[in-house]
């Protein structure tokens, strides 16, 4: 049984690349250990999350990610059974909102400054797809390993 999960979280401080790389190590050592795939966005002032793989497993997962004190304001946008992954690639593929090509995030947000907790949970996942779809998705290869 597979299900995707999305959420969104809130940044107190903004953010340093070592903070994103610790939380990217830990992801994609355990994400491999434990069949999950997914990608991370961070925008200037928030996280946005997609986790893929068995239901127990992104269950537990995110379940451990609401309780780290790295981020606030954890909000679930989506939770579904799905029959195939959409981002089977990555054990956690990161995006800099920065990387990205204005007209992928125009497409979904009124302005460039993107804020998921206004979105609806359908409206982030087209997003994260099209995020994809560009190729900005950066290391975390869930085939070629942690640094592909
Ligand atoms: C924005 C964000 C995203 C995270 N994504 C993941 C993830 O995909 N997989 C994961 O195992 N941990 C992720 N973590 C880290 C977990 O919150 C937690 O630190 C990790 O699971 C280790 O938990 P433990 O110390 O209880 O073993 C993330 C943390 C943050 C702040």
Request: with cysteine; hydrophobic share 35%.
């Amino acid at each position: 049984m597979l299900v995707r999960c999305v959420y969104a979280s809130r940044l107190g401080k903004s953010h340093s690349s070592k903070l994103l790389n610790d939380i990217l190590e830990t992801s994609r050592k355990h994400n491999t250990k434990h069949g999950i795939t997914g990608v991370l966005v961070a925008t200037s002032d928030s996280f946005i999350q997609v986790l893929e793989g068995g239901r127990a497993q992104v269950s537990e997962t995110y379940n451990a990610i609401t309780q780290d004190k790295r981020h606030s304001d954890v909000t679930l946008l989506s939770f579904e059974e799905i029959t195939q992954r959409s981002f089977e690639g990555w054990s956690m593929g990161e995006v800099t909102i920065g990387q990205l090509n204005p007209s992928v995030l125009l497409k979904h947000s009124a302005t460039l400054h993107i804020d998921p907790f206004g979105m609806s949970g359908e409206a982030v996942l087209s997003l994260l797809k099209d995020v994809v779809a560009s190729g900005t998705v950066v290391c975390g290869n869930a085939t070629r390993g942690n640094r592909g």
